[in-house]
């Protein structure tokens, strides 16, 4: 098989600030994305070829329509490029079926969504828990991992409340501990303080903050300018493809 490491993206911009030592954990090679009408075809990306490295803090910014949410879905295995290579670790993702992309995604992906997406039948405690049960764990080893995370993240107080019990903010923060609980090679964060107020939006960008600082390599779209402050590298894109990609902060 062939590793990240052994070769380089045909044609990427060069990912700028890479510190001596980090290693690609997701690389994009060439890719293009193209959405069938019946007989009309319409290319949304094109030919797009970027390295993500371990423990980056990536804001993905561009104007609607630019391919973001496209690109995203693709990084998440939510979606496969029409053409190109997407290698996550140093697996190419790009011929695995649906079955083994689901695989990836429960398995190396931490999702966190601008609706949260929590199931609402279930509390907080096992809605951390439900990554955990579909990768193996045992109940004891679930309960285990789901309460220090739902401590990490100030929830320890809500553990048997339902996300309808929960502010914006507090179901957010059970999205974060979800995303974190099966240790996630990369966290995709989409819009995740769009439905939320300052305030909230604030803790959670703190908690981003936090899981940096603790090594977690993060890729957030978002149409923030502020957010992607935040961030350490910001890739921007228009009409699908890159357009800028540069080092906020050392």
């Given at each position: 098989?062939?590793?990240l ?12 600030g ?5 290693s690609?954990?997701a ?21 797009i070829?970027?390295d993500?490295y ?6 993905i910014?561009?104007?609607?329509g630019?391919?973001?949410s496209?690109?995203m879905?693709?990084l998440?295995?939510?979606d ?6 997407y ?8 011929q ?36 955990l ?6 109940e ?10 739902a401590?990490r993240?100030?929830l ?15 179901q957010q923060?059970v999205?974060i501990?979800r995303?974190?609980?099966v240790d996630p ?11 939320l ?6 803790e959670?960008?703190?908690l ?10 993060l890729i957030m ?5 502020e ?24």
């Amino acid at each position: 098989m062939t590793t990240l490491d052994s070769h380089s993206a045909q044609g990427a911009i060069p990912s700028p600030g890479l510190v001596a030592g980090q290693s690609v954990v997701a690389r994009l090679e060439d890719i293009r994305k193209t959405y069938y009408m019946g007989a009309l075809s319409v290319e949304v990306l094109h030919g797009i070829s970027l390295d993500f490295y371990a423990g980056d803090y990536i804001s993905i910014m561009g104007p609607s329509g630019c391919g973001k949410s496209t690109l995203m879905n693709i990084l998440g295995c939510l979606d496969q490029a029409t053409e190109g290579k997407y290698y996550l670790g140093s697996e190419d993702t790009s011929q695995l079926g649906d079955d083994e992309l689901s695989g990836i995604r429960g398995a190396r992906l931490g999702f966190i969504f601008q609706s949260y997406n929590l199931i609402q039948q279930l509390d907080v405690l096992e809605n951390i828990e439900m990554p955990l049960f579909y990768q193996g764990y045992s109940e004891s080893e679930s309960h285990e991992i789901a309460m220090g995370l739902a401590e990490r993240v100030g929830l320890e107080d809500r553990l048997d409340h339902k996300p309808f019990e929960l502010s914006g903010g507090q179901q957010q923060r059970v999205a974060i501990a979800r995303a974190l609980a099966v240790d996630p090679l990369i966290i995709l964060a989409d819009e995740p303080t769009g439905n939320l107020d300052t305030k909230s939006g604030a803790e959670i960008l703190k908690l981003f903050d936090d899981l940096h600082a603790q090594g977690k390599t993060l890729i957030m779209v978002t149409h923030s300018d502020e957010l992607a402050e935040r961030t350490k590298r910001e890739i921007r894109l228009i009409d699908g493809t890159v357009e800028s990609d540069e080092r906020l902060h050392a």
